[in-house]
């Protein structure tokens, strides 16, 4: 690590130093107790990244509960009862070691009762199932964080993930996105996120101490909503890169969709809310995540099987076939993106966005991604007062 990576680093370390052995009845009663909800190849990173953390912040107990979608195994073994015995989920992350202190559970309800801080990471389109389940589940301290990418479209308008949390289970929610390529977390190379809370700045930092780790730095910004929506729009990019990639276009072709595609993902968040900052987008969740996503995240990777098969292959047979259950979230947020540009009439002002979800649903052909559209982009969102377009 550079030296202004240590010093920027230095902080947290401090402040995240494991606290003396000599507690108190009345501190060991107010430790944290940490559920993970959601155990696929990113919830099984976040919990090997807590679990470190658990064991040596004298605030955590030790134990993880890390929540798993029951599935037999090929073996004909409970995926649950696989994890617990070799401390290792072979389905979705093979080959890591959790850590001793993480606890797979089948049982939902029982994974979160005792729990007062709840890490949330499964595909957002399950989300609004699993906070119905959860309603009046909950302790009342609880405090959550959202690592999902996506959002939800209703009649009345877009719901951010951890708008969904708060509404339908009465708890604040920060987020965590980033440049994170989750198995190379995994695998303890080098990496940084971002915390976005809304005004407990000791709620954040509890959060970046959880995840921080001297291979992945973890930083707060007031923001959350500009951090869950670089985290969420940045698939959608993703999937244009991809179709650039497998059209064999080049650097330069895909450098320009890449920077169209973050112009595109700051004028559609600032249209959506005006607290967003400018800022943001220069964070790991922004820019960083955004370059990480198009060179190297699966939404790119079938997304260029996609183009390579001259879009005659759904992304539903090429996700069941090359991500082994994991979930793409490129397609779904590209497809709830156009509703929301379609109802509020802004199609035209987002070219790029409009034109990935038309290949996705075969109106058009890959290479639609680089054609002229007659579609013009309003550059007027660029400015400081796109909000007045709300």
């Not at 370390?13 to 940490?34: G, I, M, W």
Request: net charge negative; hydrophobic share 40%; with cysteine.
């Amino acid at each position: 690590m550079s030296p202004a990576m240590e010093a920027k680093a230095q902080p947290q370390e401090e402040a995240a130093a494991p606290l003396n052995d000599d507690f108190s009845n009345d501190t060991v009663a107010h430790k944290s107790r940490v559920t993970v909800v959601g155990s696929g190849n990113w919830g099984s990173v976040a919990a090997k990244l807590i679990a470190s953390n658990t064991l040596r912040l004298g605030s955590f107990h030790d134990e993880v509960r890390m929540w798993v979608y029951e599935e037999t195994l090929s073996s004909g073994e409970k995926l649950t009862d696989v994890i617990n015995s070799i401390n290792e989920n072979v389905k979705y992350l093979p080959g890591i070691k959790l850590g001793k202190n993480v606890v797979a559970d089948p049982d939902l309800e029982n994974a979160v009762k005792d729990a007062n801080m709840l890490v949330f990471v499964t595909p957002h389109q399950f989300m609004e199932g699993i906070c119905k389940k959860l309603v009046g589940k909950i302790k009342g301290d609880v405090e959550a964080i959202s690592l999902i990418k996506g959002m939800e479209v209703k009649m009345e308008g877009p719901c951010m993930i951890s708008s969904l949390i708060s509404q339908q289970l009465g708890i604040n929610c920060c987020v965590l996105m980033g440049a994170n390529i989750a198995n190379e977390i995994a695998v303890e190379k080098f990496s940084e996120a971002t915390v976005g809370y809304r005004e407990n700045s000791q709620i954040a930092e509890k959060w970046v101490q959880l995840f921080s780790t001297p291979y992945f730095l973890v930083t707060a910004v007031q923001d959350v909503e500009g951090v869950e929506l670089c985290g969420t729009l940045k698939n959608v990019v993703a999937l244009a890169a991809g179709f650039v990639d497998g059209l064999e276009m080049g650097n330069n072709t895909k450098a320009a969709i890449m920077r169209i595609g973050l112009r595109e993902m700051k004028a559609f968040s600032k249209l959506l809310f005006s607290s967003v900052k400018d800022t943001t987008f220069f964070e790991s969740c922004g820019v960083a995540d955004l370059i990480t996503t198009c060179l190297g995240g699966r939404n790119r990777k079938v997304a260029e099987a996609f183009a390579k098969n001259g879009g005659k292959r759904s992304f539903d047979e090429l996700e069941a076939e090359m991500l082994q259950g994991q979930k793409l979230q490129g397609v779904s947020t590209a497809r709830e993106v156009y509703e929301v540009l379609s109802y509020r009439g802004w199609l035209d002002w987002f070219p790029l966005f409009a034109t990935v979800h038309e290949i996705c649903i075969f109106h058009l052909p890959p290479s639609a991604i680089v054609e002229h559209s007659e579609r013009t982009p309003r550059f007027s969102l660029l400015d400081g007062s796109a909000a007045q377009y709300c």
